[in-house]
């Protein structure tokens, strides 16, 4: 391919490098769920390119997207080269953020216990039916816990939790 492109009016065109760019599905990836990213570039079409990923715990891989299962806290660095038969290439780097799940425990009669990443904001939500959620706060955590008193619960006779990370 490369010599039938030398045969052409291209062989004296000259290649001016694009950036690529790395798009994730979710930039922030709870720990043990599958991160997954594509990569693109500014008018140029990458079907016919051979495409490298590379990434923090990641073994090098050829694939059209890349996908990671994150087994520890923090920003995962990913790169991705774009190779073409014709010899060009395309360069792109990026990272995405793996967080925890957060853990809600309940100690009677209403104090409830969230654990979480220092830093990390989360919203808590309670529900009477697992259908409909009122969110109760939004927060950050300080620490690695967080406590918080829900004064309508004593009324209650069930109310389940749930917190949830915001990217």
């Not at 500014?42 to 890349?66: C, H, K, T, Y």
Request: glycine share 4%; charged share 15%.
């Amino acid at each position: 391919m490369a010599y039938l492109m030398c045969m052409t009016s291209v062989k004296d065109q000259r290649w001016v490098p694009q950036p690529g760019l790395i798009a994730f599905a979710n930039t922030n990836v709870f720990t043990g769920k599958t991160a997954t990213a594509t990569l693109a570039a500014a008018d140029i079409d990458l079907s016919s390119a051979q495409i490298v990923w590379e990434g923090r715990n990641q073994e090098p891989s050829m694939q059209v997207a890349f996908s990671a299962v994150p087994s520890v806290l923090g920003p995962h660095w990913v790169e991705a080269e774009a190779l073409f038969p014709d010899g060009r290439r395309i360069f792109a780097a990026s990272e995405f953020n793996s967080v925890a799940t957060h853990v809600v425990t309940l100690t009677p009669p209403s104090q409830i216990s969230i654990s979480g990443v220092q830093g990390q904001s989360f919203t808590l939500e309670a529900s009477e039916d697992l259908v409909q959620w009122l969110e109760l706060i939004t927060d950050t955590f300080a620490t690695n816990t967080y406590e918080f008193v829900d004064e309508d619960a004593i009324r209650l006779e069930e109310r389940f939790y749930r917190a949830i990370g915001i990217p």
